[in-house]
Nanobody, 121 residues
Framework: QVQLVESGGGLVQAGGSLRLSCAAS??????YAWFRQAPGKEREFVAG????????YDADSVKGRFTISRDNVKNTVYLQMDSLEPEDTAVYYC????????????????WGQGTQVTVSS
């Protein structure tokens, strides 16, 4: 059974940092991504990482503030978020797919339950 379990969300003031974790089990897929969804908005791509550690970011929203990484021994993917802004408030989701990272949510095979990130001004 495939499981993706996110953690690390919470309430933080603008300018602060959070590190999200996505613990994976039950599959051999290797290409992960973080998406986020704010109320009333579509789910959007934030960052992705492939099996070899190659990374992709959504330049517009991330602007060099977020860093995605992975620990293959722990089967965990991370999203380090620095210089957080109120506009970053959303539910953050981890997703995985067999093939290369894309920015389209519908391309992903499995999803976690999401973790809420709230940034106060």
């Amino acid at each position: 059974q495939v499981q993706l379990v996110e953690s690390g969300g919470g309430l933080v003031q603008a300018g602060g940092s959070l590190r999200l974790s996505c613990a994976a089990s039950g599959h051999t897929f290797s290409n992960y991504a973080w998406f986020r969804q704010a109320p009333g908005k579509e789910r959007e791509f934030v960052a992705g990482i492939n099996w070899a550690g190659g990374v992709t970011y959504d330049a517009d929203s991330v602007k060099g503030r977020f860093t995605i990484s992975r620990d293959n021994v722990k089967n965990t993917v991370y999203l380090q978020m620095d210089s957080l802004e109120p506009e970053d408030t959303a539910v953050y989701y981890c997703a995985v797919r067999r093939n290369a990272v894309t920015m389209r949510p519908n391309d992903y095979d499995y999803w976690g339950q999401g973790t809420q990130v709230t940034v106060s001004s």
